[in-house]
C-alpha cells in the first residue's frame, strides 16, 4: 500500500507538536503559512513554514460592527477583482454591519492573491503594492476546510488556493493576502444593494524572504488558524 503523504494542513499540525509557535500566547488565536513550489510533474521544488500574525483593520472593524453594532471607517478594493491596486475607503461602513457572501463573482467569494511587493503597514493594508494578476498567473479555486477540525485542546481551520505560473519568466512572491467579498448594509431594514459590495482584505503578509515561481511551477497556499482555550 502506498504511503499517504500529509497535507500542507495536516503538516502545518504536525510541526506545532514539536515547534509550538515562541512568540505567540497559549491559549490564544495564531496561525501558520504553509507555502510549498512544485513543478510540472507535480515534484516539491520548495515547501517552508511561517508565523502569519497580520490582521487587518478591516476584519477588526467588522468584528467592532457585529459586537457595538456600529462599523468604523474601513476599506475595499473593488467590486469586481481583488487583484487590484485601486482601494477606496470609508463609503461602505456605518450604522449596523451585515455581512453576507453573494453568490457570484470571477473569484466567488473568497480569495488569496498573491504580489511582489511588500507593505511596511500590514493592518492599514486594504489591497496589495503590486498584485499578480489574472494576465500574470492563473488562480485555482480557494477551498476551505468544511468543518472546524481538532487535535487535542486545540481547534483548528484551514484555507488553501493554488496559482500557477503560465508564463515564460520566473515570478516573485513577496505578499500574500486573504479576500473576502462582502456586502455591508449601512441602513438596518433597507434592501441590500449592489453598492455596498466589495473585496475587503481582512489578513496580509510580507514574506521575509520571497518565494521564487518558475515558469510551469505552481505555488500551495495553505492558511492554517489554530484556537487553544
Not at 472593524?61 to 470609508?90: E, K
Not at 500590514?122 to 477551498?143: D, E, I, N, R
Not at 455596498?196 to 518558475?214: A, I, Q
Request: net charge negative; with cysteine.
Amino acid at each position: 500500500m502506498a504511503e499517504r503523504l500529509l497535507t500542507d494542513a495536516e503538516l502545518a499540525l504536525e510541526i506545532l507538536k514539536y515547534e509550538p509557535v515562541p512568540s505567540l500566547p497559549r491559549p490564544g488565536l495564531y496561525g501558520l503559512l504553509v507555502l510549498t513550489v512544485r513543478d510540472r510533474d507535480g515534484r516539491v521544488v520548495e515547501r517552508r513554514v511561517v508565523k502569519t500574525r497580520s490582521p487587518t483593520q478591516n476584519l477588526l472593524y467588522f468584528l467592532a460592527g457585529y459586537y457595538y453594532s456600529t462599523c468604523q471607517s474601513g476599506c475595499y478594493v473593488s467590486t469586481s477583482y481583488p487583484d487590484s491596486t485601486s482601494a477606496s475607503s470609508g463609503s461602505y461602513f456605518g450604522g449596523v454591519a451585515n455581512c453576507y457572501y453573494p453568490g457570484s463573482t470571477s473569484f466567488s467569494n473568497l480569495a488569496i492573491i498573491v504580489g511582489s511587493g511588500a507593505q511596511s503597514s500590514p493592518y492599514t493594508a486594504c489591497c496589495l503594492q503590486y498584485p499578480l494578476t489574472t494576465s500574470q498567473v492563473t488562480y485555482g479555486p480557494p477551498s476551505v476546510s468544511s468543518t472546524v477540525g481538532a487535535s487535542g485542546y486545540e481547534a483548528y481551520v484551514a484555507i488553501s488556493e493554488t496559482v500557477y505560473n503560465g508564463s515564460s519568466s520566473s515570478l516573485s512572491v513577496s505578499e500574500i493576502g486573504i479576500f473576502a467579498y462582502l456586502t455591508i448594509n449601512p441602513n438596518p431594514g433597507s434592501s441590500w444593494t449592489s453598492s455596498n459590495t466589495g473585496w475587503f482584505l481582512v489578513w496580509y503578509d510580507v514574506l521575509s524572504t520571497p518565494v521564487t515561481l518558475g515558469p510551469g511551477q505552481y505555488l500551495s497556499i495553505t492558511y492554517v488558524f489554530v484556537a487553544n482555550p
